[in-house]
């Protein structure tokens, strides 16, 4: 069985930045272990398959090269683009049916992309002081507070700190002793910068030690930094090798991501 592959940058100006992944559409779906499959195959961050219901949303679920997971920015970005661009979609938006509830997708007229996803505000962990101790250790710097959403969102006082940060395989271990498979590091951007916050996601028990630009942690990062800085539209940079660009805006109980898509590569695959 042959099936159409499509890898997108997600979250990118340009190819080769943001976030690539692996695009799979199917006229029905596969076995789990098959999906699972083709993931571990592609080795990327991420792999979506999406499948059209008779009313024409989508039924979409992603994975990572390990697990799948519940909530994907980068590759709902990628999807709802590989639809636009090279699937003829013909609407101004895309209902794609999840694990996380129904997430809409527009096509904005200089061509960005705006996602409507479910906002997940963090609160201070209880053991914040020393959760902040043990990934100084696996990091090489502290964090000034340590938050609990879906994943743990580390603060930090500087973008230079969120750049030292370095990726240890011993981050595994101690996201396991604080109960997570996730973790953002994110401080304010530099003052003379047109951004608001900087981050960058790791996620090693999921088989992503560092992900390149990470749509889901921004469903955190947009309510936290939107609160701390007073404003409703926040910009954040993703400061991976690739790096990424993602506008939120935080409306209520959502949060509205938005950011561009490139194609790099379309192709067949052989199952």
């Known amino acids: 069985m042959s099936l159409k592959l499509f890898q997108v940058d997600a979250f990118a100006s340009a190819t080769f930045r943001g976030n690539p992944a692996a695009i799979v559409p199917l006229d029905s779906w596969l076995s789990d272990v098959q999906l699972q499959q083709i993931a571990e195959e592609n080795n990327l961050s991420e792999t979506a398959f999406f499948v059209v219901r008779g009313d024409g949303t989508y039924d979409l679920r992603w994975f990572t090269p390990s697990d799948e997971v519940d909530l994907c920015g980068h590759a709902t970005l990628a999807s709802a683009y590989t639809l636009f661009a090279k699937l003829n979609y013909a609407g101004d938006a895309i209902t794609f049916h999840t694990r996380s509830g129904p997430l809409v997708v527009s096509q904005k007229a200089d061509g960005w992309l705006r996602m409507d996803f479910p906002a997940t505000p963090t609160e201070l962990d209880p053991n914040s002081a020393d959760f902040a ?103 954040g940079f993703q400061r991976s090798k690739r790096g990424g660009l993602v506008k939120c805006q935080v409306d209520g109980d959502r949060v509205f991501l938005e950011g561009q898509a490139q194609l790099y590569l379309e192709g067949e695959i052989f199952v």
């Open 133 to 235: 101790g043990r990934l100084e250790q696996v990091l090489g710097v502290g964090p000034t507070e340590v938050r609990r959403g879906p994943n743990l969102m580390a603060v930090f006082d500087s973008a230079a700190d969120v750049d030292r940060a370095a990726y240890s395989p011993g981050l595994g271990g101690a996201l396991k002793e604080m109960d997570s498979w996730g973790l953002i590091i994110t401080a304010p951007a530099d003052a003379d910068n047109e951004i608001d916050f900087v981050s960058r996601f790791f996620a090693p028990l999921k088989g992503v030690p560092e992900d390149p630009v990470t749509g889901s942690a921004h469903c955190a990062l947009a309510p936290y930094w939107a609160s701390r800085l007073n404003k409703k539209l926040v910009t």
